[in-house]
């Protein structure tokens, strides 16, 4: 080296040296990262946020100038000097190996490789395989471990590391003239590889922090949001390594873990950024897999070259012969040509732990295994699924079951509610019924919620049930003050009856509602008694028992306790002390009848949806409430929604007709593929004392 000292200006450290490893690097393997400076950091982000753009080249600099940094700072005790230059090389080919739009198409690349039955036909799977396998054998991992490392990548759980797997690969083919240069030995090689991929390494611990601090502090920058500005020396004190003392170490480092959680929220996981993530990763899998795809464009190109391929379908020389049909849905996605819009998010749901996103989104499709299917759906079915590994699993977990995040997204242009109902069957098996520990709903609700906000023409909504839960908890306390039950023996024989149904288990998979719903009202029941009328447990029944898998509640050993709720919800009207309190249990007397009433192959209901306005004061915002809404898959395989409006009042047709016709046009216009019936349900007699629901037609037209 000729000692000349090279400086470069960084938005985000200002003026910053590039050390003689950085010059000797990049100087003999410049192609490398000039095609860092065509990648964008942030993927496809800046494809939907434009302020996001910065070269992935910058937070290449950044993550080694964050490296060094950490040994300078670090006591020279903590990391032997015999590892200073392994891990200063691994910060300078870490990020080598990023392909186009980075997280997005490493993602697409390890989809394509994972779809299929026959991994012999599946040229990209071997693709990455091959080169996978031979990163792993240089790091002298044993037989399991290396099953265990190609595993975590083809189940997608680790596709966020893929591009290290390619670092270490470019690593390897320029080693020699590195070890050349620096007259390394043959076991730094192994250590700059672990650094690269295993996680079990100090160094790869390192290498995460640093590059951690640098691209949450030069993201904040980019998005606009706070500026954080840590000094180094506080983030890489003794105390955040496994030692004591630093002052700032622990509270640094909380800084950027708390700032990263909020870029997520705010920015990496915002819907529409989940949405194109997921509709490019597709295109670009189906891209992956054609015949006249090749490799080395998402190896050797960078994001405006791999671009140009998939959409205008021509390199610089050729056409690239790709599939056509694919080129415009990609041209249309980067056109802002297609829009996806969220309808509910289940932010943790348990599925068996051998089965991985893939097979999650086949078996929410009812989709076989294919070479395409995961591809092509959300085109043909208006719908697309994101799911993903939590970060954190959150306790309570089943051992055999893992938590993930699923979201369901419908084109605008395309709603179909067949598509979407056959979606919320598939996970009605494993939504949890109330909401636990730091969850304000459940699964239930947010799907109910999701589809309420379709239907409502202001877009807003609310759920309210309250008085209804209360009237049916009050029906269930008067059957255990008669002579029939003792105090709690009604809800342990109603659980009892559904626990003791063959197909419980394949109707209501849920660890959550056996471990916190189930189990704490049996415990209350057989060990406290006396804290039935203290607490809310018969509300907390109801709650449940209202969220749970219609068919499970149709079955001979639950239906029977369904009408005896029924029949002392009847006896209890005439005897309300106010019209009000006859109302709600009116409402919830057909809340229990449609509940009992089979209808179709699935059944969705709704009780409570209130139609809110935010635009207007607190005190105005709900506009009409829409008392019991009745979805389900008819025996001819269509999707129905009866909506009812519930009333003991004389001017029943004044009050509820026009807002029905509003509400069924708008759920017309939104789902034109939904039948749609409306109807008055009053009392059969109630000048007589008969109280038995009755149903009128409304003469609000219907659909289909």
């Given at each position: ?55 992935k ?17 670090m ?39 994972s ?79 672990r ?8 160094g ?38 496994g030692?004591?003392?630093e ?25 529409r ?27 050797k ?8 391929i ?40 348990s ?11 086949y ?11 995961l ?195 009847l ?13 709600y ?14 209808k ?11 139609v ?9 915002r ?20 009866w ?47 008969v ?14």
């Amino acid at each position: 080296m000729n000692g000349k000292r090279d400086l470069w200006y960084d938005p985000l450290y200002r003026v910053v040296e590039k050390t003689e490893e950085i010059q000797f690097i990049e100087g003999h393997f410049k192609e490398l990262f000039d095609r860092l400076k065509g990648i964008n950091n942030l993927g496809i982000i800046p494809e939907v946020l434009e302020m996001a753009k910065y070269p992935k080249y910058e937070h290449h600099l950044g993550t080694v100038y964050q490296i060094n940094c950490l040994l300078e700072c670090m006591d020279k005790d903590m990391i032997p000097e015999v590892y200073h230059l392994p891990l200063k090389l691994s910060a300078l080919f870490l990020h080598s190996g990023h392909l186009p739009f980075t997280y997005s198409t490493e993602r697409a690349l390890l989809l394509a490789s994972s779809l299929g039955t026959d991994d012999r036909n599946n040229n990209a799977k071997n693709y990455v395989k091959k080169r996978i396998e031979r990163v792993l054998q240089q790091a002298n991992f044993d037989d399991k471990e290396r099953e265990k490392h190609l595993e975590k990548l083809f189940s997608v759980e680790n596709y966020k590391v893929l591009y290290r797997y390619f670092s270490c690969l470019i690593f390897l083919e320029k080693w020699k003239k590195i070890q050349e240069e620096y007259e390394l030995k043959d076991e730094d090689k192994e250590t700059i590889i672990r650094n690269l991929i295993d996680s079990k390494n100090d160094g790869y611990r390192y290498l995460e922090l640093a590059n951690k601090a640098d691209f949450v502090q030069r993201d904040a920058l980019y998005f606009g949001t706070v500026r954080l500005d840590i000094s180094p020396k506080h983030l890489y004190g003794q105390g955040l390594l496994g030692h004591t003392s630093e002052i700032f170490s622990v509270d640094e480092k909380e800084l950027i873990e708390s700032n990263l959680d909020y870029l997520r929220e705010r920015f990496y996981d915002s819907d529409r950024i989940r949405w194109v993530s997921r509709l490019y990763e597709k295109i670009v899998a189906s891209l992956i897999l054609s015949k006249n795809f090749k490799m080395e464009w998402v190896d050797k190109l960078d994001d405006s070259e791999f671009k140009r391929i998939i959409t205008e379908n021509n390199t610089p020389n050729k056409p690239a012969n790709l599939s056509k049909n694919w080129i415009k849905r990609a041209n249309d996605l980067f056109e802002n040509g297609i829009h996806f819009s969220v309808v509910f998010e289940l932010s943790d749901i348990s599925f068996e732990k051998q089965k991985n996103v893939i097979d999650i989104e086949y078996k929410l499709l009812g989709k076989s295994e294919s070479t395409r299917g995961l591809l092509v759906y959300p085109f043909e079915k208006g719908l697309l699924l994101d799911i993903e590994y939590l970060r954190k699993q959150r306790f309570p977990s089943h051992p055999n079951y893992w938590q993930f995040s699923v979201g369901v997204f419908q084109n605008d242009s395309q709603r179909r509610f067949i598509e979407l109902i056959n979606i919320i069957e598939q996970l009605s098996h494993y939504c949890s019924i109330i909401g636990v520990g730091d969850k304000k709903t459940s699964h239930i609700r947010n799907i109910r919620e999701g589809i309420c906000k379709q239907f409502s023409w202001t877009g807003s909504i609310r759920i309210d049930n309250k008085n209804v839960i209360e009237a049916i908890s009050e029906s269930i306390e008067n059957i255990e003050n008669g002579d029939a039950y003792e105090k709690g023996e009604f809800l342990s024989k109603f659980l009892k009856g559904l626990s003791s149904i063959e197909t419980f288990y394949e109707l209501w998979y849920n660890f959550e509602n056996q471990f916190f719903w189930l189990s704490r009202i049996e415990g209350i029941v057989k060990e406290h008694k006396e804290d039935i009328e203290k607490s809310d447990i018969r509300k907390y029944f109801v709650e449940g028992m209202l969220s749970l898998p219609v068919r499970l509640l149709q079955f001979k050993t639950t239906e029977k306790y369904l009408d005896e709720i029924y029949k002392k919800l009847l006896e209890m009207i005439p005897n309300a002390e106010s019209n009000e309190k006859k109302g709600y249990l009116f409402e919830a007397l057909l809340l229990i009848d449609s509940i009992r009433e089979k209808k179709g192959t699935f059944q969705f209901l709704i009780n409570g949806m209130v139609v809110v306005d935010p635009t207007k004061p607190k005190d105005e915002r709900d506009i009409h409430e829409f008392d019991v809404i009745e979805l389900f898959i008819n025996e001819s395989d269509k999707a129905e929604c009866w909506i009812s409006a519930c009333s003991i009042a004389d001017d029943y047709e004044q009050k509820n007709r026009e807002q029905l016709d509003k509400l069924a046009r708008n759920i017309h216009r939104v789902y034109s593929d939904l039948r749609i019936r409306t109807r008055y349900i009053i009392p059969e007699n109630k000048g007589h004392g008969v109280w038995k629901p009755k149903e009128e037609e409304t003469g609000v037209g219907s659909w289909n």
